[in-house]
């Protein structure tokens, strides 16, 4: 069974431009969870959706946005980029709508901003 | 509102001597809690997860955990070290009324020396 795939693994973008990043959860997974790690503050909650559907928000700004599609790949998007955007994004894909599910990460898009 | 925290940034262990990595949560109704491993420039690997019932939880690669009500820990917990164990480790908790929302500790860093 494939993993959670992220794609693009590695990225590098100026300021001001956006970016998008892309997420396939495992097959029959229908919970897809964003993350952004820093070494300075650690794994940061983004989102999390469902069935097309955002159902938790994280404290970031409005310049990142998400969305989920039926087939329950979803993308990230974080416009006018800034150096502190530069981080690792992960996503996690979970197989239950139940909140006692563990979460299945990818491994990740890491993000430069110049 | 949820929380996590794990006191220690790095733990040194010798290898074939016992480990623990400690967690301490904040949750406003019963905590769901888990144990995340990540290696070098990779996604997080779930190693073992506490919903209800017995205390002591067993995972992967013969890690367990001790849920302590009382004290609110989870406290990651290995027998004998393997210097493979070396990694970063995560505490976990999400709150049953709080969303489908997982909060992260800041990790902790394990070094197994052999």
């Known amino acids: 069974k494939a993993g959670v795939t992220q794609t693009p693994r590695y990225l590098i973008k100026t300021r001001g431009q956006q970016v998008t990043l892309s997420c396939s959860p495992i097959?029959?997974?229908?919970?897809v969870s964003w993350y952004q790690q820093t070494p300075g503050q650690g794994l940061q909650f983004l989102f999390e959706?469902?069935?097309?559907?955002?159902?938790n928000k994280g404290n970031f700004p409005g310049r990142f946005s998400g969305r989920q599609f039926s087939n329950s790949r979803s993308e990230m998007n974080v416009s006018t980029l800034e150096l502190g955007d530069s981080a690792l994004y992960l996503c996690?894909?979970?197989?239950?709508?139940?909140?006692?599910?563990?979460?299945?990460f990818g491994e990740g898009s890491r993000l430069t901003v110049l | 509102a949820q929380s996590v925290a794990q006191p220690e940034d790095q733990v040194n262990v010798a290898e074939g001597n016992p480990l623990t990595v400690k967690c301490t949560y904040s949750?406003?109704?019963?905590?769901?809690l888990f144990w995340y491993v990540q290696y070098p420039n990779r996604g997080l690997q779930f190693l073992l997860k506490?919903?209800?019932?017995?205390?002591l939880v067993k995972g992967s690669y013969g890690f367990e955990a001790e849920f302590n009500k009382s004290q609110t820990s989870f406290h990651l917990k290995k027998p004998s070290a393997l210097v493979s164990d070396s990694a970063l480790y995560f505490c976990?908790?999400?709150?049953?009324?709080?969303?489908?929302?997982?909060?992260f500790g800041a990790g902790t860093r394990l070094f197994v020396k052999a």
């Open positions: 959706y469902f069935s097309e559907t955002q159902r």
């Open positions: 996690a894909s979970s197989r239950t709508d139940a909140n006692t599910g563990e979460l299945f």
């Open positions: 506490y919903i209800t019932g017995d205390n």
């Open positions: 097959s029959g997974h229908r919970s």
């Open positions: 949750v406003s109704g019963n905590p769901y």
């Open positions: 976990a908790v999400r709150d049953e009324s709080g969303g489908f929302k997982t909060i």
